[in-house]
């Protein structure tokens, strides 16, 4: 008898589980909605209430614009979703968004001049899985990024953006714009209470991430922390620096030039950074100003262009930063200001070769002021310096300097030249190996951390955080989520 009781639970939980996979299967829609079928996707995100889950059925297209506002989860289920040309999924302040998969793409057509996501202040949106975003837009338009998150003036609304490990966007346009780009009168000048989180495969021709220029300094500034991904640029700067952000770098970054700061505070912890040999596409905002290209580009815009001055606040504790092209720089350093910072504590650094053959000074350094000179004491207290650190030919005014006279004047450690000029400055290269948990990055603190404000380095600068008390010295131009898949008979909020 009480084999009897077992085999007919056992039958019963069969019944169950088949009828509940004929269901899914003799859906004859686009999409499934908790245990609906829904004829089409539109339907089911129109239907979709706080906490649902849209698992996605079949190749499906959106021909308007899809205003998300609400808390779901989108799983492409290895499908792929078609944005019309000219629209976008909007994701609306308040709402959050998981979109998820084992693999599926979300992709709009080529001539978009829209993003193909836009994230609006306010709002949550995490991309997890194997999925992929692929953008059609151009390499002169922060409008039709992949994904665009809008600026932000109000302190009481928080967003965030993130993208896990196995994620792979693709664009032909730019990857991902912090700022909407327009007419001046209406573009938002500040981007409050707003944290990236970036991983993933990143391949784009344009700026792989930007912060738009009118993004102006404010005491709770966007945080980008650019973990272990991977972010290449085909044409153009991969991550640029434009407008104000605290940023966090420690991925591998190829472009043009691999990281542009115009404005900011960025910490590399280490990674891998190669300017390649590619042209600067025509168009591209740093590819038409006047500066060398280079690895690492620093340029302080005097705010004529933008929303006042760009404090500029770089430190570099690690890392391996590589010119593939020849007469190319690893770090070009442009206009010095007393809004301008560099340290360098650690780090392996080599330009590209000269005429002669031989490796260029690892720094290529304009417009420099001897009146500043006092201000950039202590600025290298680490690193190697492949080639020799600036060169044998620097003009302070009208005064000379040699290589190593510079270097002294400049580092705050005891520093090595082998025979073939390579400069080692301390310990050497790089930091110290941090465990993965230790290079997420800033948690966007520093912006209001008692102590960090320009009074401590220069009063004639307006609030700034500061990176080291010693060290202004400024510059030019050229800078997982793990797969997851939840089996149970009923899903739940994933937010």
Not at 408 to 435: C, R
């Amino acid at each position: 008898m009480k084999s009897l009781k077992m085999f007919a639970i056992a039958l019963l939980s069969m019944l169950v589980m088949t009828m509940g996979v004929r269901a899914e299967v003799e859906c004859m829609g686009e999409a499934y909605l908790n245990d609906v079928c829904e004829t089409s996707l539109t339907d089911a995100l129109d239907h979709a209430q706080k906490g649902d889950t849209v698992k996605v059925l079949k190749a499906s297209s959106l021909s308007v614009d899809r205003d998300i506002d609400k808390d779901i989860t989108l799983d492409l289920n290895g499908k792929t979703i078609t944005v019309a040309n000219g629209h976008s999924i909007i994701i609306k302040s308040d709402a959050n968004v998981t979109i998820t998969g084992t693999s599926g793409i979300i992709k709009n057509v080529a001539g978009a001049g829209v993003p193909l996501i836009k994230v609006e202040a306010g709002s949550t949106l995490k991309v997890e899985g194997s999925v992929e975003l692929k953008g059609n837009g151009t390499t002169d338009d922060d409008n039709s990024a992949v994904v665009l998150v809008a600026g932000n003036d109000n302190t009481d609304l928080t967003t965030a953006v993130s993208f896990g490990k196995d994620v792979t966007v693709t664009s032909t346009g730019y990857g991902l714009v912090l700022g909407v780009n327009g007419p001046v009168s209406s573009r938002i000048s500040t981007a409050k209470n707003t944290t990236i989180d970036m991983d993933g495969t990143w391949t784009t021709e344009g700026y792989v991430i930007k912060v738009n220029g009118f993004i102006a300094y404010d005491k709770n500034a966007p945080v980008i922390n650019v973990n272990a991904g991977t972010y290449t640029s085909n044409q153009a700067t991969a991550l640029y620096a434009s407008g104000y952000g605290i940023w966090t770098i420690n991925g591998t970054v190829k472009g043009a030039q691999a990281v542009t700061v115009r404005s900011g505070k960025v910490s590399i912890t280490g990674g891998t950074y190669t300017a390649t040999d590619a042209q600067h596409q025509k168009g591209v905002h740093d590819g038409e100003s006047n500066h060398a290209i280079a690895v690492l580009a620093m340029q302080n815009d005097d705010g004529t262009t933008y929303n006042g001055p760009k404090y500029v606040d770089v430190a570099i504790s690690g890392g391996e930063f590589t010119a593939k092209k020849a007469n190319e720089y690893a770090v070009y350093i442009k206009g010095v200001t007393e809004d301008t910072k560099l340290a360098v504590s650690g780090g392996k650094f080599t330009s590209g070769k000269g005429n002669n053959g031989k490796y260029l000074p690892v720094m290529h350094i304009e417009d420099l002021d001897k009146n500043f000179l006092d201000q950039h004491k202590n600025m290298i207290s680490g690193g190697e310096f492949i080639g020799g650190l600036i060169g044998n030919d620097i003009r302070l005014g009208s005064e000379k300097y040699s290589d190593d006279d510079f270097v002294k004047a400049l580092a705050s450690a005891e520093f090595t030249t082998d025979e073939n000029g390579n400069v080692v400055v301390g310990n050497g290269a790089q930091a110290p190996d941090k465990k993965p948990e230790d290079q997420q990055g800033s948690t966007g603190d520093e912006a209001n951390t008692p102590g960090t404000t320009p009074e401590d380095t220069n009063p004639n600068v307006p609030d700034v955080p500061k990176t080291n008390d010693n060290i202004l010295v400024y510059a030019g131009l050229g800078l997982v989520s793990a797969l997851t898949v939840s089996f149970s008979t009923k899903r739940k909020e994933n937010n």
